[in-house]
């Protein structure tokens, strides 16, 4: 079984850390990688040719939303999944976000973890 590639984009290390002994505890074929600096997340995404990029939408410096639409610009990263896990938006709007778009998922930060597992199982 190939081990899929998850990388996650967070300014705060809690989310980081939370999410990385998350996911890796529930999916065993998966290596996660953190960036908590916006900036090198392009970077970061272009080095390792992640599945599955979870993106804060409120950074300091770049913002989650620039940073997917940066990706789109990079062939190798034409692949990678795109999951917004913000604050700034409840659950009821992710839903209706994702209802108008397929291709980014979004999940908020106040929602349940499981409906973020559910997201990433269904990706991988």
């Known amino acids: 079984m190939k081990i899929k590639k998850i990388l996650i984009v967070d300014d705060l290390e809690m989310v980081l850390d939370l999410l990385e002994k998350c996911i890796s505890n529930k999916f065993e074929n998966c290596k996660i990688y953190t960036e908590n600096n916006p ?33 789109k610009n990079y062939p190798e990263l034409a692949n990678c999944k795109i999951i917004f896990f913000s604050g700034i938006i409840n659950q009821e709007e992710a839903e209706r976000h994702n209802i108008d778009n397929h291709n980014i998922i979004w999940v908020s930060k106040s929602s349940k973890l499981n409906i973020l597992m559910n997201h990433i199982q269904e990706r991988i």
């Open 39 to 71: 900036v090198n997340a392009i970077q970061q995404a272009l080095k390792i040719i992640p599945d599955i990029i979870i993106l804060d939408i409120v950074m300091p410096e770049k913002q989650g939303d620039s940073i997917a639409n940066s990706i």
